[in-house]
């Protein structure tokens, strides 16, 4: 686990998640008007990826009667900062919190410096070995934020984080404007910008998006996000393409078998790519190993195009865990004893804070994610020993056109979930049924009531180990 | 919940346990429960790592509970005297909810 010492972070990016309900109560609390800045400490912990680093806010210990004074600007006592760091938990980082009066990232002024430089820096790394974040909140709800990290003694400095995700029935994302700039809008983007306009394309391209899986849905999902313009992807996939792979992979052909999925979708999204300044990452792994998770707690929003129920299960803890969303789709083709097709479903749904846990959707059950992570579904004698209604759930039967309906809804739902436009993402989970040919759709539903998914919300838990 | 929150509810309800490895793998025993039919049993569960806690689909039970091979039973990784009772279990897991699915296994295999 990394620390407070700067050259920990050789190389690595930052970046702040917070839920929508966690914002929401810090904004009632910081904006006091146009003439009035406030502030607040808070509580965050570290969820490390292979390249990125991001504090995820859990909690708010607002400012009792004396313990900050307000004169236009503000400051805080010292007995503030004492209660703060008496009452972290464990394993936590401090946050200090302020407004500002105006909109947009904000730098900071000489006196914003001094108080997260001079008087916060040294004391909290000393008491929770993490770094002390800064936090500012712009009159139009952006957020800028920043650690300071130890680079010799008695001195700290400064790195901005790239961006700030809020996440809930939307994600809103703050970008720092030089870390992660207005990108330049391609000629090859204009019909798309057409549809949903510059500023939700600005937001859309900028995002760090994963893709796990890149067999029949993901390799879909993958040229589209580059087709549409997305800057930074990352392919996780453990698996090769065999031949059995080809009626369903898009770009892959029967030169590509033996080669690994993700490299093939790297080059089919290179071809494909629209976007001015293109990265792509491959990690040629399962996303339940260290180097897996390592890579998509790099991102802000996961695509999940595995069938396998025991990786959905890792998304789904990540996705509240980590504060990171997940888009997740699946298909069910029903045949009989005879091998005659009974039904065909489908179905999207977008996964996080705020929304129903694929669990709570009935899109996986527990016990076959357990029996995924203890190898049985792989064993040939347990499945033989299974219900027909459960082999068919294992059958994994799938049609390229199938896939293709897939990867568009889940393209459509990210857009939605960024943009805020139910026009495009629709109101909520949907439910294809192709007899009679109908999609269902509800508005987007939460939690049961005890899901273990809502416990572990901003706790940067591990589900694998 | 985590598996130190099932450790420290079966310590609470006062019921005796101990780890056992098997190889690489680690199984907590849960040792007597008193059942109906007038027998005692001992049940293991695998430990798994990660949080939220994801419960293996079995329960491991020492002695036999049913004749082997109904009831969904396996030969059990422990040891020829315990069986593996295949035994799904959906719901979220607390302490509590996973020791009433102990009882309701055993009561009812």
Redesign the interface.
Known sequence: MKGYQLREYEGIEFSVALTATLDRELVQHIDKGPHQEDLCFGYWRPSPGSGRFTAVLHQVNLPREGERSLHGNVAFESDYLLRVLDECPAGSGIVLIHSHLGPGWQDMSCDDIAAERDRLAGVVASRTHLPILGMTWGTDGAWSARFWLRAARHEYERRDVTAVRVVGKRLRMSYHPLLSPLPLIAGSQEAAVSVWGEAAQHDLVRLRVAVVGLGSVGSIVAETLARTGIQHLTFVDADTIELRNLDRTLGAGTEDVGSEKVRVAERNARRAGTASEFDVRMVPERVQTPAGLAAILNCDVIICCVDRPWPR?VLN?VSN?HLIPIIDGGILAVVDAKKRLIHIDWRIHTVGPERACL?CLDAI???D???D??G?LDDPDYIA?LSAEDRARFSRRNVFAFSLSVASHEVLQLVGLVTGNARIGGIGPQHFHAYPGRMDVEPTKACQS????L??TA?T????? | MTLDDLDKHLIAIGRSVEDKTVGTDVYTVIKGFAVSNGNTYDVAVKRTGGTPWLPEAALHVHPHRVPMGQSASQGSPLGGEWQYLSRRFERAPTAQSFVAHILTVLECP
């Open positions: 299960h803890a865990g669990y059950r527990r016990s994610a357990a029996l992570r203890d049985k020993g005890g899901c273990d998914m416990e572990i706790t838990v591990n589900p694998v180990e």
